[in-house]
């Protein structure tokens, strides 16, 4: 699990969006979703948010994350903002559900930030304690770094991890994610300051 903003925002903003239009729609269409030997990565639904906000509240999920309590008013607002924002928008964050085919479960999700026109993007996923320790998340990963860098053409991906987060770490170095910096105390977290590091990986190093 990486520690990033997913686009989430309060409740009280939210307001119900209008469905995307049309164009919109066809282009996000010939991307999404995104089919591996075991997984669904699709735009999220609303039967998704009792999951979605099981496990994002537990402690050992929400550690790491910029939040502590993530109940079904924050997956709704969550959603409402998600529902209508265009997929490879520029400064946003797009949020994968990962679906497991063998049973419609919700194994976790993915966040990619668009940034610099299309050329970089900042990765980010929480994935339920069910569903670690069995590749899930390095197979999702591998389908969005595929997608980033072969169908979109990406230069550079990114990732910012807590330098506590062990299994955020093995997770981006085994997929071939080089650490950058270490960013010391950069970061006041939950009462205290933090450590990240930085970690990213260019096309020309993807394989």
Not at 43 to 62: G, I, K, Q, W
Not at 82 to 102: K, N, P, Y
Request: hydrophobic share 40%; proline share 4%.
């Amino acid at each position: 699990m990486t520690r990033k903003c997913d686009g989430w925002v309060e409740a009280a903003q939210v307001k119900m969006a209008p469905p995307l239009p049309v164009s919109l729609r066809r282009r996000e269409e010939m991307k999404l979703p995104l089919t591996t030997p075991r997984l669904l990565l699709r735009r999220f639904r609303t039967e998704d948010l009792p999951s979605f906000s099981h496990y994002r509240n537990l402690p050992e999920v929400a550690r790491f994350q910029s939040w502590t309590h993530y109940g079904m008013t924050e997956a709704t607002a969550f959603y409402e903002q998600q529902r209508s924002l265009a997929f490879a928008e520029d400064e946003s964050w797009f949020q994968l559900a990962v679906e497991i085919q063998a049973n419609g479960a919700l194994a976790g999700d993915v966040g990619i930030h668009f940034l610099d026109h299309g050329r970089q993007a900042e990765l980010g996923m929480t994935f339920s304690p069910a569903y670690q320790h069995q590749g899930y998340a390095r197979e999702a990963m591998r389908a969005v770094m595929a997608l980033l860098f072969e169908q979109l053409a990406h230069h550079r991906l990114t990732a910012v991890v807590d330098t506590r987060n062990t299994g955020a770490i093995k997770l981006l170095e085994g997929l071939g994610f080089r650490r950058e910096a270490h960013y010391r105390q950069n970061i006041f977290f939950k009462g205290e300051w933090g450590d990240e590091y930085l970690y990213a990986l260019l096309r020309s190093e993807y394989q």
